[in-house]
T-cell receptor, first 111, second 112 residues
Framework: KQEVTQIPAALSVPEGENLVLNCSFTDSAIYNLQWFRQDPGKGLTSLLLIQSSQREQTSGRLNASLDKSSGRSTLYIAASQPGDSATYLCAVSGTGNQFYFGTGTSLTVIP | ETGVTQSPTHLIKTRGQQVTLRCSSQSGHNTVSWYQQALGQGPQFIFQYYREEENGRGNFPPRFSGLQFPNYSSELNVNALELDDSALYLC???????????FGAGTRLSVL
Protein backbone atom coordinates (compact mmCIF):
# COMPACT_ATOMS: atom_id res chain seq x y z
CA LYS A 1 0.00 0.00 0.00
CA GLN A 2 1.27 3.45 -0.93
CA GLU A 3 2.35 5.61 2.00
CA VAL A 4 2.98 9.33 1.69
CA THR A 5 5.03 11.21 4.27
CA GLN A 6 5.53 14.95 4.57
CA ILE A 7 8.31 16.57 6.52
CA PRO A 8 8.30 18.80 8.46
CA ALA A 9 4.82 18.62 10.00
CA ALA A 10 4.99 22.32 10.83
CA LEU A 11 7.22 25.16 9.76
CA SER A 12 7.44 28.80 10.82
CA VAL A 13 9.53 31.27 8.80
CA PRO A 14 9.97 35.04 8.62
CA GLU A 15 8.49 36.84 5.65
CA GLY A 16 10.74 36.91 2.59
CA GLU A 17 12.51 33.63 3.30
CA ASN A 18 12.76 30.89 0.69
CA LEU A 19 11.61 27.48 1.91
CA VAL A 20 11.33 23.84 0.88
CA LEU A 21 8.62 21.37 1.79
CA ASN A 22 9.29 17.67 1.40
CA CYS A 23 7.10 14.77 0.34
CA SER A 24 8.14 11.12 0.07
CA PHE A 25 6.21 8.09 -1.15
CA THR A 26 6.93 4.38 -0.87
CA ASP A 27 5.73 3.05 -4.24
CA SER A 28 7.34 4.66 -7.29
CA ALA A 29 4.62 3.33 -9.62
CA ILE A 30 2.69 6.59 -9.71
CA TYR A 31 0.88 8.37 -12.52
CA ASN A 32 1.31 11.85 -11.15
CA LEU A 33 1.94 13.91 -8.04
CA GLN A 34 -0.03 16.96 -7.06
CA TRP A 35 0.62 19.68 -4.49
CA PHE A 36 -2.33 21.34 -2.77
CA ARG A 37 -2.90 24.17 -0.37
CA GLN A 38 -5.58 23.99 2.34
CA ASP A 39 -6.70 26.95 4.42
CA PRO A 40 -8.30 26.22 7.82
CA GLY A 41 -11.73 24.64 7.51
CA LYS A 42 -11.65 24.87 3.73
CA GLY A 43 -11.26 22.58 0.76
CA LEU A 44 -8.06 22.05 -1.19
CA THR A 45 -6.65 24.25 -3.93
CA SER A 46 -4.46 22.62 -6.55
CA LEU A 47 -1.07 24.34 -6.85
CA LEU A 48 0.98 22.16 -9.19
CA LEU A 49 0.59 18.84 -10.96
CA ILE A 50 3.61 16.84 -12.09
CA GLN A 51 3.09 13.90 -14.42
CA SER A 52 5.25 10.83 -13.76
CA SER A 53 7.28 11.56 -16.89
CA GLN A 54 8.12 15.11 -15.75
CA ARG A 55 10.84 16.33 -13.43
CA GLU A 56 9.42 19.68 -12.32
CA GLN A 57 6.68 22.26 -12.68
CA THR A 58 6.70 25.97 -11.94
CA SER A 59 3.96 28.46 -11.20
CA GLY A 60 4.93 31.94 -10.10
CA ARG A 61 6.90 31.69 -6.85
CA LEU A 62 6.30 27.95 -6.62
CA ASN A 63 8.47 25.20 -8.03
CA ALA A 64 7.80 21.50 -7.54
CA SER A 65 10.24 18.74 -8.41
CA LEU A 66 9.73 15.01 -8.72
CA ASP A 67 12.27 12.21 -8.42
CA LYS A 68 10.12 9.16 -9.01
CA SER A 69 12.92 6.62 -8.65
CA SER A 70 13.76 7.79 -5.14
CA GLY A 71 10.12 8.46 -4.21
CA ARG A 72 10.59 12.13 -3.43
CA SER A 73 9.09 15.48 -4.30
CA THR A 74 9.87 18.96 -3.05
CA LEU A 75 7.85 22.15 -3.15
CA TYR A 76 9.99 25.28 -3.21
CA ILE A 77 8.38 28.58 -2.23
CA ALA A 78 10.39 31.68 -3.04
CA ALA A 79 10.14 34.96 -1.13
CA SER A 80 7.46 33.74 1.27
CA GLN A 81 4.57 36.05 2.20
CA PRO A 82 2.11 35.98 5.13
CA GLY A 83 -0.61 35.00 2.64
CA ASP A 84 1.28 31.76 2.01
CA SER A 85 0.36 30.60 5.51
CA ALA A 86 -1.68 27.40 5.10
CA THR A 87 -1.33 23.64 5.18
CA TYR A 88 0.40 22.17 2.13
CA LEU A 89 -0.48 18.64 1.08
CA CYS A 90 1.01 16.38 -1.53
CA ALA A 91 -0.90 13.54 -3.16
CA VAL A 92 0.12 10.77 -5.53
CA SER A 93 -2.12 8.83 -7.87
CA GLY A 94 -1.46 5.23 -8.77
CA THR A 95 -3.10 2.03 -9.93
CA GLY A 96 -6.81 1.55 -9.43
CA ASN A 97 -7.37 5.31 -9.72
CA GLN A 98 -6.50 5.62 -6.05
CA PHE A 99 -5.12 8.81 -4.60
CA TYR A 100 -2.93 8.95 -1.52
CA PHE A 101 -2.33 12.09 0.52
CA GLY A 102 0.29 12.97 3.06
CA THR A 103 -0.70 14.51 6.39
CA GLY A 104 0.54 17.92 5.30
CA THR A 105 2.97 20.61 6.39
CA SER A 106 1.47 23.52 8.31
CA LEU A 107 3.28 26.68 7.20
CA THR A 108 3.24 29.96 9.09
CA VAL A 109 4.92 33.00 7.54
CA ILE A 110 5.60 35.68 10.15
CA PRO A 111 5.34 39.31 8.98
CA GLU B 1 -13.43 29.49 -7.01
CA THR B 2 -13.23 25.88 -8.19
CA GLY B 3 -16.79 25.55 -9.45
CA VAL B 4 -17.39 22.56 -7.16
CA THR B 5 -20.19 23.05 -4.64
CA GLN B 6 -20.92 20.79 -1.69
CA SER B 7 -24.01 20.71 0.52
CA PRO B 8 -24.73 20.91 3.30
CA THR B 9 -21.81 22.79 4.86
CA HIS B 10 -22.30 21.24 8.27
CA LEU B 11 -24.33 18.29 9.47
CA ILE B 12 -24.97 16.67 12.84
CA LYS B 13 -26.21 13.08 13.02
CA THR B 14 -26.48 10.43 15.69
CA ARG B 15 -24.89 7.01 15.65
CA GLY B 16 -26.76 4.48 13.52
CA GLN B 17 -28.40 7.07 11.26
CA GLN B 18 -27.88 7.41 7.52
CA VAL B 19 -26.59 10.51 5.72
CA THR B 20 -26.42 11.77 2.14
CA LEU B 21 -23.88 14.37 1.11
CA ARG B 22 -24.11 16.16 -2.22
CA CYS B 23 -21.65 17.58 -4.69
CA SER B 24 -22.19 19.63 -7.82
CA SER B 25 -19.35 19.83 -10.33
CA GLN B 26 -18.71 21.99 -13.37
CA SER B 27 -20.13 20.96 -16.69
CA GLY B 28 -17.75 18.57 -18.43
CA HIS B 29 -16.18 17.28 -15.21
CA ASN B 30 -17.05 13.63 -15.68
CA THR B 31 -14.75 12.27 -12.96
CA VAL B 32 -15.61 12.81 -9.31
CA SER B 33 -13.79 11.54 -6.23
CA TRP B 34 -14.80 11.59 -2.58
CA TYR B 35 -12.45 11.87 0.39
CA GLN B 36 -12.73 11.70 4.16
CA GLN B 37 -10.47 14.03 6.13
CA ALA B 38 -10.23 13.52 9.88
CA LEU B 39 -8.96 16.39 11.99
CA GLY B 40 -5.22 16.89 11.58
CA GLN B 41 -4.95 14.23 8.88
CA GLY B 42 -4.65 14.19 5.12
CA PRO B 43 -7.68 13.25 3.03
CA GLN B 44 -8.37 9.52 2.66
CA PHE B 45 -9.65 8.34 -0.72
CA ILE B 46 -13.13 6.81 -0.49
CA PHE B 47 -13.99 6.19 -4.16
CA GLN B 48 -14.06 7.65 -7.63
CA TYR B 49 -16.82 7.74 -10.22
CA TYR B 50 -16.38 8.15 -13.95
CA ARG B 51 -19.39 8.50 -16.22
CA GLU B 52 -21.70 7.24 -13.47
CA GLU B 53 -19.71 4.06 -12.77
CA GLU B 54 -17.47 3.40 -9.76
CA ASN B 55 -13.92 3.61 -11.07
CA GLY B 56 -11.79 2.96 -8.01
CA ARG B 57 -12.29 2.48 -4.28
CA GLY B 58 -10.21 3.02 -1.18
CA ASN B 59 -10.24 1.03 2.04
CA PHE B 60 -13.77 1.92 3.14
CA PRO B 61 -16.59 -0.52 4.05
CA PRO B 62 -19.64 -1.05 1.81
CA ARG B 63 -21.79 1.20 4.01
CA PHE B 64 -20.05 4.02 2.14
CA SER B 65 -21.68 4.21 -1.27
CA GLY B 66 -22.04 6.75 -4.01
CA LEU B 67 -23.89 7.85 -7.08
CA GLN B 68 -22.98 10.09 -9.98
CA PHE B 69 -25.63 11.65 -12.20
CA PRO B 70 -25.57 12.80 -15.83
CA ASN B 71 -25.88 16.45 -14.75
CA TYR B 72 -22.39 16.33 -13.12
CA SER B 73 -23.76 16.06 -9.60
CA SER B 74 -22.95 13.23 -7.22
CA GLU B 75 -23.81 11.86 -3.81
CA LEU B 76 -22.00 10.13 -0.99
CA ASN B 77 -24.20 7.95 1.19
CA VAL B 78 -23.13 6.58 4.53
CA ASN B 79 -25.29 4.05 6.38
CA ALA B 80 -25.18 2.99 10.02
CA LEU B 81 -23.11 6.00 11.07
CA GLU B 82 -20.35 5.46 13.60
CA LEU B 83 -18.63 8.01 15.83
CA ASP B 84 -15.42 7.64 13.79
CA ASP B 85 -17.27 8.82 10.68
CA SER B 86 -17.04 12.35 12.08
CA ALA B 87 -14.86 14.20 9.59
CA LEU B 88 -14.69 16.70 6.74
CA TYR B 89 -15.95 15.06 3.54
CA LEU B 90 -14.47 16.46 0.36
CA CYS B 91 -15.60 16.07 -3.21
CA UNK B 92 -13.21 16.65 -6.10
CA UNK B 93 -13.90 16.66 -9.81
CA UNK B 94 -11.71 16.57 -12.88
CA UNK B 95 -12.46 17.62 -16.43
CA UNK B 96 -12.05 15.29 -19.34
CA UNK B 97 -8.41 14.63 -20.25
CA UNK B 98 -7.04 16.26 -17.11
CA UNK B 99 -5.68 14.87 -13.87
CA UNK B 100 -6.07 18.14 -11.99
CA UNK B 101 -8.60 17.78 -9.19
CA UNK B 102 -10.84 20.68 -8.24
CA PHE B 103 -12.09 20.45 -4.68
CA GLY B 104 -15.23 21.70 -3.03
CA ALA B 105 -15.12 23.34 0.40
CA GLY B 106 -16.38 20.15 2.05
CA THR B 107 -19.14 19.02 4.39
CA ARG B 108 -18.31 18.83 8.07
CA LEU B 109 -20.11 15.78 9.53
CA SER B 110 -20.40 15.30 13.27
CA VAL B 111 -21.72 11.99 14.58
CA LEU B 112 -22.90 12.07 18.20
Amino acid sequence: KQEVTQIPAALSVPEGENLVLNCSFTDSAIYNLQWFRQDPGKGLTSLLLIQSSQREQTSGRLNASLDKSSGRSTLYIAASQPGDSATYLCAVSGTGNQFYFGTGTSLTVIP
Amino acid sequence: ETGVTQSPTHLIKTRGQQVTLRCSSQSGHNTVSWYQQALGQGPQFIFQYYREEENGRGNFPPRFSGLQFPNYSSELNVNALELDDSALYLCASSPRDSDIQYFGAGTRLSVL
